[in-house]
């Protein structure tokens, strides 16, 4: 239970808020941009990646809950179980390193997407009656009309659509870790330190001369990057 | 999509009610959904309990529209999926080999009516109880403060989160960010749009989270409250009664199901 306390200090709820309040207002950008995805998690995966698993765990499972709190998506909150796992997995992938190069966020991002499509098939059928009352319901649509039953089209529908938005998410999210100040990503440290870097400090918390010299060499190239 | 709450102010009755009692009755919603058996019994929950509140409420007419934006594509969908594929012996109509039968469309309806009479609840809840005054009888309960405040936070963000990005969206746009190009070049607008407010919120956060220090957000100190919730034995008997209801329900339908 250690670590669940240690990610949840004032600074990182405070970050939770954000991640929530983020993950509700980036509907607003996928809709005028009109493209295809929910991206409805990234404040989620962000946090789950900063601060850790629990940290991510808790802002998936409430920001479903907000969504239903508001009254914009009540049925989100069915949901919360499977927003939660996402936002652990985030977070355990990015302590073991997977959001060091795009290729391996992306990877994260695919596995994470199958589990989701997997875990939310059953909520979908069973609770729903097999739809979500949105466009890809078409898309059951067709895998019934081909022969399927009615879980396995959910979960054919689900690996379609959600393997390619998570995959999106994590590179929106490894994209923006390489963009954060070095001293933010420490403040929460569930990173490696050369998280999204090519080169920096090897241990977590560097100490002594060393952590000096690491920190010297970011803080340089941070004012280059500018 | 504006804002972060469908609470509508009125002087009512039910707008009076404690939080907790509502809650009560949206639990009692939630177990019918699960238990009752047919649609006849939901619907005439939804019109012998739920509208009658909502008139009581004086928020009929938002609370129909409210149901019909969220449950109304569920029906639609549902009845198509279950319709033509939950099979069945009387055959309405056929498309192509796909035969729509009478049994679909019920077992259709009859889900898209649990839907109704369990989000319907939900919606009356949220349309009467502003969520600061939920949080605060939760918290009163022994509900953790912290998750309250967590909650209670990203509603009141969220919108401005919201004119951030339409601020951050127009200001690339007049750099002259193409909007209506192809997928892929939109796909390509998304970090453009997105970073800016992402890298914005997270770098604030350290200043929000000394300001919660600065108030003594982490004290173990009992805090209070300026707002009291009224509260009432009669509310406390109803919402017991409610509650028990709702488990009554549970049981006799696992128990049904167990026969």
Known sequence: ?226 | MRGGSIYIERSSGLHWLHPLTKVALTALCFASAAALPGLPWLLALFVGLLLPLAIWGRLTGAFLKACLLVVGPFVLSLTIIQGFFSGGETVLFKLGRFAFTQEGLLAGLTFAARLLVALGGTLLLMQSTPQPHLMQALTERGFPPRIAYVVLTAIQIFPSFQDRAQVIMDAQQARGLELQSGLLNRARLLLPMVGPLILGSVMDVSERAMALEARAFSSPARKTSLNTLADSLLQRAVRWLLALAAAALLLWRLWSALQ
């Open chain 1, 1 to 226: 239970m250690n670590s669940l306390r240690k990610e949840f200090t004032t600074l990182s709820i405070t970050l939770i808020a954000v991640g929530i309040a983020l993950n509700l207002a980036l509907g607003t950008v996928v809709l005028r941009l009109g493209l295809p995805l929910y991206l409805d998690s990234i404040g989620t995966v962000l946090v789950g990646a900063l601060v850790g698993p629990w940290a991510g765990a808790a802002t998936g499972f409430l920001s479903n809950l907000v969504w239903t709190l508001t009254g914009l998506f009540p049925q989100a909150f069915a949901w919360a179980g499977v927003a939660a796992i996402i936002g652990a997995l985030a977070g355990v992938f990015a302590r073991s390193g997977w959001f060091n190069t795009v290729g391996k966020a992306a990877l994260a991002g695919i596995i994470t997407g199958v589990l989701s499509a997997i875990l939310s098939a059953p909520i979908a059928t069973y609770v729903f009656g097999g739809v979500v009352g949105a466009g890809t319901d078409a898309l059951v649509a067709a895998f019934r009309a081909a022969g399927l039953d009615a879980l396995l089209s959910n979960v054919a529908q689900g690996t379609f659509s959600d393997p390619l938005d998570k995959l999106v998410t994590f590179v929106v999210v490894w994209s923006l870790l390489l963009a954060l100040p070095a001293r933010e990503k420490a403040r929460f440290g569930n990173l490696p330190v050369s998280a999204g870097r090519p080169l920096a400090g090897k241990t977590r918390r560097p100490a002594g001369k060393a952590a000096k010299k690491t920190a010297k060499k970011a803080a340089k190239k941070s004012t280059r990057r500018r």
